[in-house]
């Protein structure tokens, strides 16, 4: 009975554990999966990748800190967006007569930009 017992609460940990670690993972990264956005950021960090792309609906990109709107502006300008305006922490880019929202986050370990949808 003492094993089912420390077993029941071992896993009850654990799944608060996981649970937890997904509700972080959003919050810093905007992505419920926490393997994901460990590997995203080890990649930046780690092996000095310029940008991640770690989500794709809704978007959200990964980048070095130290030229991490350079690096925005080339990411949207290479995929046809033209960069409009900024205001606070939004930033606005415009394709094809339709606006859309991105929202910078930037500290300095790492930069991200999430898409408003």
């Given at each position: 009975m003492k094993k089912e017992y420390k077993e029941i609460i071992t896993g009850g940990i654990a799944i608060i554990l996981i649970i937890a670690s997904c509700f972080v993972s959003y919050d810093k990264f905007r992505t419920?999966?926490?393997i994901k956005a460990?590997?995203?950021f080890a990649r930046i960090r780690i092996f000095d990748e310029e940008y991640v792309?770690?989500?794709d609906s809704p978007r959200v990109i990964l980048t070095n800190p130290e030229n991490s709107m350079e690096l925005f502006t080339q990411i949207i300008e290479s995929e046809g967006y033209e960069y409009v305006e900024q205001m606070g922490?939004?930033?606005f880019i415009e394709k094809d007569g339709e606006?859309?929202?991105v929202n910078s986050n930037?500290?300095?370990y790492i930069g991200r930009w999430s898409w408003d949808k």
């Amino acid at each position: 009975m003492k094993k089912e017992y420390k077993e029941i609460i071992t896993g009850g940990i654990a799944i608060i554990l996981i649970i937890a670690s997904c509700f972080v993972s959003y919050d810093k990264f905007r992505t419920f999966n926490p393997i994901k956005a460990g590997i995203g950021f080890a990649r930046i960090r780690i092996f000095d990748e310029e940008y991640v792309e770690l989500n794709d609906s809704p978007r959200v990109i990964l980048t070095n800190p130290e030229n991490s709107m350079e690096l925005f502006t080339q990411i949207i300008e290479s995929e046809g967006y033209e960069y409009v305006e900024q205001m606070g922490s939004a930033h606005f880019i415009e394709k094809d007569g339709e606006r859309e929202i991105v929202n910078s986050n930037i500290n300095k370990y790492i930069g991200r930009w999430s898409w408003d949808k």
